[in-house]
Nanobody, 118 residues
Framework: QVQLVESGGGLVQAGGSLRLSCAAS????????RGWFRQAPGKEREFVAG????????YYADSVKGRFTVSRDNAKNTVYLQMNSLKAEDTAVYYC???????????WGRGTQVTVSS
Protein backbone atom coordinates (compact mmCIF):
# COMPACT_ATOMS: atom_id res chain seq x y z
CA GLN A 1 0.00 0.00 0.00
CA VAL A 2 1.40 3.35 -1.06
CA GLN A 3 1.31 6.01 1.62
CA LEU A 4 2.52 9.56 2.04
CA VAL A 5 2.63 10.60 5.68
CA GLU A 6 3.22 14.19 6.72
CA SER A 7 4.62 15.22 10.09
CA GLY A 8 5.98 18.31 11.78
CA GLY A 9 2.91 20.49 11.86
CA GLY A 10 1.77 22.31 14.96
CA LEU A 11 1.13 25.64 16.61
CA VAL A 12 3.76 28.36 16.31
CA GLN A 13 3.89 32.08 16.92
CA ALA A 14 4.22 34.50 14.04
CA GLY A 15 7.85 34.83 13.05
CA GLY A 16 8.63 31.29 14.10
CA SER A 17 9.66 28.25 12.11
CA LEU A 18 8.47 24.73 11.43
CA ARG A 19 9.86 21.89 9.37
CA LEU A 20 7.44 19.55 7.68
CA SER A 21 8.39 16.09 6.51
CA CYS A 22 6.62 13.75 4.15
CA ALA A 23 7.73 10.15 4.16
CA ALA A 24 6.62 7.81 1.40
CA SER A 25 6.20 4.08 1.80
CA UNK A 26 5.06 1.26 -0.41
CA UNK A 27 7.02 2.44 -3.44
CA UNK A 28 9.80 4.82 -4.32
CA UNK A 29 9.16 8.27 -5.75
CA UNK A 30 12.79 9.07 -6.44
CA UNK A 31 12.05 9.54 -10.13
CA UNK A 32 9.10 11.88 -9.67
CA UNK A 33 8.56 15.44 -8.68
CA ARG A 34 7.26 16.07 -5.17
CA GLY A 35 5.28 18.99 -3.91
CA TRP A 36 3.59 20.73 -1.02
CA PHE A 37 0.11 22.22 -1.14
CA ARG A 38 -2.05 23.83 1.52
CA GLN A 39 -5.68 24.52 2.19
CA ALA A 40 -6.91 27.19 4.54
CA PRO A 41 -10.46 27.18 5.94
CA GLY A 42 -12.94 28.29 3.31
CA LYS A 43 -10.33 28.35 0.56
CA GLU A 44 -9.28 26.04 -2.21
CA ARG A 45 -6.14 23.98 -1.98
CA GLU A 46 -3.18 25.89 -3.39
CA PHE A 47 0.33 25.08 -4.50
CA VAL A 48 3.10 26.00 -2.06
CA ALA A 49 6.35 24.47 -3.29
CA GLY A 50 7.64 21.77 -5.61
CA UNK A 51 10.90 20.03 -6.37
CA UNK A 52 12.00 17.98 -9.35
CA UNK A 53 13.10 14.37 -9.03
CA UNK A 54 16.78 15.18 -8.50
CA UNK A 55 16.29 18.44 -6.65
CA UNK A 56 17.65 20.38 -9.59
CA UNK A 57 14.69 22.73 -9.82
CA UNK A 58 12.51 24.13 -7.07
CA TYR A 59 9.34 26.14 -7.42
CA TYR A 60 7.52 28.33 -4.94
CA ALA A 61 4.30 30.25 -4.68
CA ASP A 62 4.95 33.97 -4.58
CA SER A 63 3.47 34.15 -1.10
CA VAL A 64 6.21 31.92 0.37
CA LYS A 65 9.27 32.83 -1.70
CA GLY A 66 12.22 33.70 0.47
CA ARG A 67 10.61 32.15 3.55
CA PHE A 68 10.03 28.48 2.66
CA THR A 69 12.53 25.96 1.32
CA VAL A 70 11.65 22.60 -0.20
CA SER A 71 14.16 19.76 -0.24
CA ARG A 72 14.24 16.01 -0.62
CA ASP A 73 16.23 12.95 0.35
CA ASN A 74 15.61 10.22 -2.20
CA ALA A 75 17.47 7.67 -0.10
CA LYS A 76 14.83 8.20 2.58
CA ASN A 77 11.97 8.64 0.08
CA THR A 78 11.18 11.84 1.96
CA VAL A 79 10.51 15.46 1.07
CA TYR A 80 10.78 18.39 3.45
CA LEU A 81 9.41 21.90 3.76
CA GLN A 82 11.34 24.30 5.95
CA MET A 83 9.07 27.19 6.85
CA ASN A 84 10.60 30.34 8.36
CA SER A 85 9.19 33.75 9.25
CA LEU A 86 5.74 32.24 9.50
CA LYS A 87 2.72 34.50 9.22
CA ALA A 88 -0.86 34.09 10.37
CA GLU A 89 -1.90 33.71 6.73
CA ASP A 90 0.25 30.58 6.49
CA THR A 91 -2.27 28.81 8.73
CA ALA A 92 -3.63 25.84 6.79
CA VAL A 93 -3.58 22.10 6.42
CA TYR A 94 -0.44 21.21 4.50
CA TYR A 95 -0.48 18.28 2.10
CA CYS A 96 2.40 16.61 0.35
CA UNK A 97 2.03 15.23 -3.13
CA UNK A 98 3.97 12.96 -5.39
CA UNK A 99 4.00 13.08 -9.17
CA UNK A 100 1.98 16.26 -9.35
CA UNK A 101 1.05 18.38 -12.33
CA UNK A 102 -0.72 21.62 -11.63
CA UNK A 103 -3.23 20.97 -8.90
CA UNK A 104 -3.37 17.23 -9.55
CA UNK A 105 -1.18 14.44 -8.23
CA UNK A 106 -1.15 10.70 -8.36
CA UNK A 107 -0.60 10.45 -4.62
CA TRP A 108 -1.54 12.68 -1.70
CA GLY A 109 -0.83 12.61 1.98
CA ARG A 110 -3.58 13.13 4.52
CA GLY A 111 -2.26 16.50 5.63
CA THR A 112 -0.81 18.11 8.72
CA GLN A 113 -2.20 21.19 10.44
CA VAL A 114 -0.06 24.31 10.72
CA THR A 115 -1.42 27.09 12.88
CA VAL A 116 0.38 30.40 13.20
CA SER A 117 -0.77 32.67 16.01
CA SER A 118 -0.40 36.41 15.61
Amino acid sequence: QVQLVESGGGLVQAGGSLRLSCAASGRTFSGYNRGWFRQAPGKEREFVAGITWNGGMRYYADSVKGRFTVSRDNAKNTVYLQMNSLKAEDTAVYYCAADYQGAHATHWGRGTQVTVSS
